[in-house]
């Protein structure tokens, strides 16, 4: 990911703070035969290694988890994102010399995968999969809801996935490279879209 200087995050508790918002990935192996992609809920386990483990599973049918990748796999994390009209630039009234953009944040997780399909570790992965997505639920849904049998019957139709994490890019674009009074004007307009995107990328934007 192109990462110019004003946009770079590269602070650990911020880029774990992103992954666990979206949860949702882009899952990506290259194999010998190209690229493949699932999109992916995932959780973050940062007691595992230096910098984490992310994990998740797939559908046993699913064909990417039989094809060998070829290096590091990669988790795409997308935030917030907006379209920023170059009608709210200040700079627009005084030469017009400006063009649209977009703001967002991005996050890449590369690291070396494994897949598995052991009972147990499979049965310990929907679980704290599942508490994760549960527990700001009012009543929470548990995997012990469900028949035992049931639940033991559905892992014998998926395949767990561990990526080591051995490298973070992130960035957060948001008009930091535009003056003050630019950065203001896109904040307010953004704050006014009805879009929850828009609205999140507002509160972010530098004052």
């Given at each position: 990911m192109y990462v110019p200087p004003a946009f770079r995050d590269?602070?650990?508790?911020?880029?774990?703070?992103?992954?666990?918002?979206?949860r949702l990935c882009s899952f990506v192996t290259a194999t010998a035969?190209?690229?493949?992609?699932?999109?992916?809920?995932?959780?973050?386990?940062?007691?595992?290694?230096?910098?984490g483990a992310l994990y998740g599973?797939?559908?046993?049918?699913?064909?990417?988890?039989?094809?060998?990748?070829?290096?590091?796999?990669?988790a795409i994390f997308m935030g917030a994102d907006a379209y920023v009209t170059p009608s709210w630039y200040a700079t627009k009234q005084a030469t017009g010399k400006v063009v649209p953009t977009w703001n967002y944040i991005a996050v890449h997780v590369y690291g070396r995968v494994e897949f598995?399909?052991?009972t147990?570790?499979?049965?310990?992965l929907v679980t704290r999969?599942?508490?994760?997505?549960?527990?700001?639920?009012?009543e929470p849904w548990a995997v012990t809801d469900a028949p035992a049998d049931f639940i033991k019957a559905q892992l014998r139709d998926i395949i767990g996935i561990r990526m080591s994490i051995a490298?973070?890019?992130?960035?957060?674009?948001?008009?930091?490279n535009r003056s003050a009074k630019d950065r203001a004007r896109v904040a307010a307009g953004l704050a006014g879209s009805e879009r929850p995107s828009d609205q999140a990328i507002a509160a972010l934007i530098p004052k």
């Open positions: 590269d602070d650990d508790a911020s880029l774990h703070a992103t992954m666990r918002a979206v035969d190209g690229l493949i992609a699932t999109p992916l809920p995932v959780l973050l386990d940062q007691t595992e290694g230096p910098r599973h797939v559908a046993r049918a699913n064909p990417q988890w039989r094809s060998v990748p070829v290096g590091e796999a990669m598995f399909d052991d147990e570790r499979l049965l310990d999969l599942t508490d994760l997505n549960e527990r700001a639920r009012p490298r973070i890019e992130g960035k957060r674009k948001l008009s930091q």
